[in-house]
C-alpha cells in the first residue's frame, strides 16, 4: 500500500507511479489535529441545518438503515458553498500539489461532498465513480479527508488495485451502474483505513464498495473530486448544472416534481 507523511512533499516518482499501477494513494498525516477539529466542529454545525435536510432538496443524499432501512440523512453534495472550513480544504495546496504531480498538470476541483455515514448506514455496491457522460472528465480524482477514524466495523471504503488500468466496465449510456463480483478477485480488496487528518485518493476508474457501519460512532468524511486542467479545466459550475437537470429527471421518474437546490 501506498502512503507517506506530510514531510515528504512532493509525494515522489516512486509514489506517483505506484498511484498510477494501483489506483489508489494514502497519505498520512496530512492534516494537523487542529484542521481535522475545525472540520469536525463544522460538520456538527452543518447537522443540524435542519433547514436543509429535506428529502426534496436535491443537495441531501440519503442512504437506508441496514436493518430496519429507515431512510437516513447521508449527505450534503455539494458543500464548500455552506462550509468555509471545507472549502479550505477543497483548496489547500497540499492536496493540490499531490494531484500536480500525478497529472503533471493543475488539478481543478470537480466535486465535493460531506458524507456522514451514520451508524447503521449501509453501505455501497461496487461500483465505478466514471459516469459516462459525454461532459464527465476521465481524470476525475477523488481526495477523502477523514474527519473521523475509519474502520473496516464503521464502512471503510474498499478499492480493488490496478482495476482501473482497465477503464470503465459499464455501458457509457450516462447512468450510474453497479457492477458484478465477476470483475473482481474480492480477496484483492483493500480498505481504506484512516486516522483523522489522512488523506486517501483513488481513480474515477478504480471499483471500490463499502460496508454498512456496524459501529456506534459516526464515520464522516470530507470527499473531494477534481480533474486536470486538459480535461476540461474549471468545470465544477458546469458540472453541478449538468448533475441537477439530471437529477430532476431521476426524481420525476419517481413521481417527485417539486424538487429544489437549497
Given amino acids: 500500500m501506498a502512503s507517506l507523511t506530510s514531510t515528504t512533499q512532493p509525494i515522489s516518482p516512486e509514489m506517483i507511479a505506484r498511484y498510477h499501477e494501483e489506483g489508489f494513494l494514502i497519505v498520512r498525516d496530512l492534516f494537523s489535529a487542529e484542521e481535522v477539529g475545525a472540520l469536525a466542529a463544522e460538520a456538527e454545525s452543518l447537522i443540524d441545518r435542519q433547514e436543509l435536510i429535506d428529502s426534496d432538496n436535491i443537495r441531501c443524499r440519503w442512504s437506508n438503515h441496514h436493518e430496519t432501512e429507515e431512510c437516513l440523512f447521508d449527505c450534503f453534495d455539494p458543500v464548500i458553498d455552506l462550509a468555509p472550513v471545507c472549502n479550505y480544504f477543497a483548496n489547500d495546496k497540499r492536496i493540490l ?14 466535486k465535493d461532498k460531506l458524507i456522514f455515514k451514520k451508524p447503521g448506514v449501509r453501505g455501497y455496491a461496487l461500483h465505478q465513480d466514471y459516469i459516462g457522460w459525454d461532459s464527465f472528465p476521465e481524470s476525475f480524482v477523488t481526495a477523502i479527508v477523514a474527519i473521523d477514524k475509519t474502520t473496516k466495523e464503521n464502512g471503510a471504503t474498499e478499492v480493488f488495485p490496478c482495476l482501473h488500468q482497465q477503464g470503465y466496465l459499464s455501458p457509457r449510456d450516462g447512468q450510474y451502474h453497479e457492477l458484478s463480483l465477476e470483475h473482481i478477485d474480492e480477496s484483492q480488496g483493500v480498505p481504506l483505513e484512516l486516522s483523522p487528518g489522512d488523506l486517501a485518493l483513488f481513480s474515477g ?5 463499502s460496508s454498512p ?23 465544477r459550475k458546469a458540472h453541478y448544472q449538468e448533475f441537477h437537470q439530471w437529477l430532476h429527471e431521476k426524481y420525476a421518474e419517481y413521481g417527485k416534481t417539486e424538487v429544489y437546490f437549497q
Fill in 97 to 110: 500539489s499531490i494531484l500536480n504531480a500525478i497529472y503533471q498538470e493543475p488539478a481543478h476541483l470537480f
Fill in 205 to 209: 476508474f478504480t471499483p471500490h464498495r
Fill in 213 to 235: 457501519n456496524y459501529s456506534d460512532q459516526w464515520r464522516r468524511q470530507l470527499y473531494l473530486s477534481y480533474n486536470s486542467a486538459s480535461d476540461g479545466g474549471d468545470q
